[in-house]
């Protein structure tokens, strides 16, 4: 009994020696130092946004930093989400023509507003966004704010609207976005969403502001 005493005795003394303690206390890896350096670094983002607040120390500490950083984590998710969303929907502004066939282009803005009407009355939604989409590109080219063109792409008829008024080419751009979200994407718009279309179309048609400028334009043709 004496024996087994002695013996952990020395094998304690041996555990306490430095190389032994050194060999256990290793050093903190990467992703532990990066930690480190963030809570660090929000302790004192936050001690300087809530100075009169005492931090807080502990579990809850950390649990709270470690809520704080799922945030940041979260919204840079977000970030980049959006980026890409809007890259692609960049992409697909420059990749498809939105005036599909000759007959297409043959057909007054007007026609194509009276085909939306028919379509909507039968619920086709989808059909009635690209026909009152067709119209106003088409109204645009026939007041000569740009040149509809078969192999023009949507991200082109931008590029000259910009050059003419850039409020009016934003919203070009939005439309542009949902009608081919519509006709190239699959997206089935819902009522709700496609009278909203039609009021920002309907509306750009009608603009007091826009027929001034024609009225002007016109003008200055000698027209």
Known sequence: MLN?????????????????????????????????????????????????????????????LTLIVIMILLLLGVFVFIIFRNGK???????????????????SYQK???ESERQELQREFN???????????????????????????NWEYYDELMKVNKQWANQFYNLAQLFDEVTYGERIIGEEEYHHFKKIVLNLIEDEEFHHHLSEQGERNGV
């Open 4 to 64: 087994d005493e002695k013996a952990k005795k020395e094998l304690q003394e041996i555990l306490n020696q430095r190389e032994y303690l050194v060999y256990e206390e290793k050093p903190p890896g990467f992703i532990e130092k990066w930690w480190n350096s963030v809570e660090d670094w929000l302790s004192e983002w936050l001690e300087g946004l809530f100075p009169t607040i005492e931090p807080a120390s502990g579990i809850g500490g950390q649990v709270l």
């Open 89 to 107: 929907r960049k992409r697909a502004l420059r990749k498809y023509q939105p005036l599909q066939t000759i007959d297409e282009m043959k057909w």
């Open 112 to 114: 194509h507003l009276r």
């Open 127 to 153: 059909l009635s966004t690209r026909h009152l989409f067709l119209g106003l590109l088409l109204y645009f080219h026939e007041k000569d704010l740009l040149k509809a063109r078969i192999w023009k792409t």
